[in-house]
């Protein structure tokens, strides 16, 4: 039995018996290829049976955080007891600010120093 095995796995026939010299481009990618852009976003106005816009762009707003401390502050305070809210408080402001950074918000600092109330 171990030869007839052996027999069938030698005859078998390579799905691919020869390999195309030229690639079928795609119609869309003939145009120079590049891929186009395409809009994702609906720019249009769409009105009611009255005339009334049913789609309100919001315009653009200017996000503004009002930092409560120092950065220092905020870092010293941050490594403080895992079991303090004033860590935690401190931990949720530096990471605010980085968010500001990244997003480039405008940011507020406190002028006055001060130690808050615990």
């Known amino acids: 039995m171990p030869d007839v095995e052996r ?7 390579p ?9 079928e481009i795609p119609p869309e990618l ?9 809009p994702s976003q609906f720019k249009g106005q769409v009105n009611d049976d009255f005339g009334k816009p049913l789609i309100q762009t919001p315009p653009a707003s200017a996000v503004t955080i009002q930092v409560p401390a120092s950065q220092q502050q905020l ?3 941050s490594k403080g007891d895992p ?28 002028i006055t120093g001060g130690e808050p109330n615990v």
């Open 7 to 13: 027999e069938n796995v030698t005859s078998v026939q």
């Open 75 to 77: 870092e010293g305070w």
């Open 15 to 23: 799905l691919v018996k020869e390999r195309p010299t030229d690639m």
């Open 30 to 38: 003939e145009r120079g290829g590049v891929a186009q852009a395409v």
């Open 83 to 110: 079991e303090n809210a004033l860590t935690w408080f401190a931990v949720f402001w530096i990471r605010l600010i980085k968010k500001a950074l990244h997003f480039s918000w405008r940011m507020v600092k406190k």
